[in-house]
């Protein structure tokens, strides 16, 4: 093995300059695809947690009543055989008649975090300057705190003002920014004809601009009075252990409560698609990088067989089998990879962590002033695999080449 390593690296050093070409190349389209995977995984993870943070795992509204249809079978003989029963249409009704006895339903689901219901209406908003319309939520705070991250997203005044004051509103940045308000200022909601001042307690920031334009938090009693509705709520919103069992829990308490249940997966299986193509995208472009590293590698590697043809001549007649010349040349190609892979991970890594500070300011689907990045080794794992397929590639052809050199052939030409 040793023998086979240093006649390698003799053949790899005849052509210097055009290895480290190639090896250059390996390991920036390494680095490269650390770091847009990084980045576009990034983006992606922040906005799940915004989502989570601001809508909750899970959405509980609207019960249905399915219609059932007997399906009936017939045998071979033409007579009945049984039926199957098949759903084939379902009616809503709006929102969530009993939440309590819901709630308690729910919290016997082991990945159960919390639960928070939440009663929502139509509301005009006005300020001292200006007048917009939006949506009130009433909430239970404790409750839908622990299924949000509604605590964590104050940028002006104080929960603790809200939670003590039962005519306080929690406003939008996007919404107080239009209306000029800020904490300790009084705003008039309106609903069928009612109007009602409010005290503004702190102003919150989601960062997904078309929930800060419009929410208004308030309590729930508050709400109730407000809307008119002394009973019942618009939708659960759940909070699980596990977000990723989202859709399975979902199912299950579609069966359990008869009730609409939508998973964030679910909700947000548009914006999720986006961020998957464009790590495909990512990923594709830059593995061009690799590809034409592989190119160059090839062509350096059959310009060694070709130029070496009397030393593999040598080699064969001291007892080198086909297998081992073949092994020689791969691994000329191993050794390419391994420092190209090695390189490459340390530029991904300081990459990763050079644009992690760049500061950069997002508005719209999430809130964020700094490139966000992902440190994940799945990334690594995964350039290196792309680029192992490359080099075994353009290593294999060139070493099957050699290897079926013959040796008395090659012999018999040099000495004419």
Do not use: C
Request: cysteine-free.
């Amino acid at each position: 093995m040793r023998t086979n390593l240093e006649i390698a690296l003799r053949f790899l050093l005849a052509r210097r300059r055009s290895m480290t070409m190639s090896l250059a190349g390996i390991a920036f389209g390494v680095g490269f695809i650390i770091l847009t995977q990084a980045i576009t995984t990034g983006f992606q993870e922040f906005f799940i947690r915004t989502i989570l943070g601001t809508d909750g795992a899970l959405r509980v509204e609207d019960k249905f009543q399915a219609t059932v249809v007997n399906m009936g079978a017939i045998d071979a003989a033409g007579r009945a055989a049984g039926g199957v029963a098949v759903e084939s249409s379902r009616k809503y009704q709006e929102g969530v008649a009993e939440p309590r006895r819901l709630i308690d339903a729910i919290k016997r689901f082991p990945d159960t975090a919390g639960v928070s219901e939440v009663l929502r209406g139509n509301a005009g908003i006005q300020s001292a300057t200006r007048e917009e319309s939006g949506q009130v939520y009433g909430i239970e705070l404790e409750n839908h705190m622990a299924v949000s991250d509604l605590g964590r997203q104050i940028v002006a005044g104080n929960m603790d003002d809200f939670r003590k004051t039962p005519s306080g509103v929690l406003v939008g940045s996007a919404l107080a920014n239009r209306l000029r308000l800020r904490p300790g200022d009084s705003v008039l909601l309106s609903h069928g004809g009612r109007s009602t001042r409010y005290r503004v307690s702190a102003i919150y920031e989601t960062g997904i601009r078309d929930i800060d334009k419009v929410r208004v938090f308030m309590h729930l009693g508050e709400a109730r009075v407000l809307l008119r509705k002394p009973h019942g709520a618009s939708y659960l919103q759940i909070g699980l252990k596990n977000p990723g069992r989202a859709p399975e829990i979902a199912r299950q308490i579609e069966l359990m409560a008869s009730h609409r249940a939508a998973s964030w997966q679910e909700r947000e299986k548009v914006w999720l698609d986006v961020f998957r193509f464009f790590r495909i995208l990512a990923a594709i472009t830059v593995f061009t990088i690799v590809v034409v590293a592989g190119l160059g590698m090839f062509n350096t590697l059959a310009m060694i067989v070709m130029e070496k043809t009397r030393e593999i001549a040598i080699l064969r007649s001291m007892g080198y089998t086909r297998l081992d010349i073949a092994f020689v040349f791969m691994l000329q190609g191993g050794l390419v990879f391994a420092a190209g892979a090695a390189l490459g991970w340390v530029l991904g890594a300081l990459g990763t962590w050079g644009v992690s500070s760049v500061p950069v300011s997002v508005r719209g689907i999430f809130s964020t002033d700094h490139i966000v990045v992902a440190w994940d080794f799945a990334h690594y794992a995964g350039a290196a695999l792309a680029a192992a397929a490359v080099v075994l590639v353009a290593s294999w052809m060139p070493a099957r080449r050699a290897a079926l050199l013959e040796p008395a052939a090659i012999i018999r030409g040099a000495s004419q």
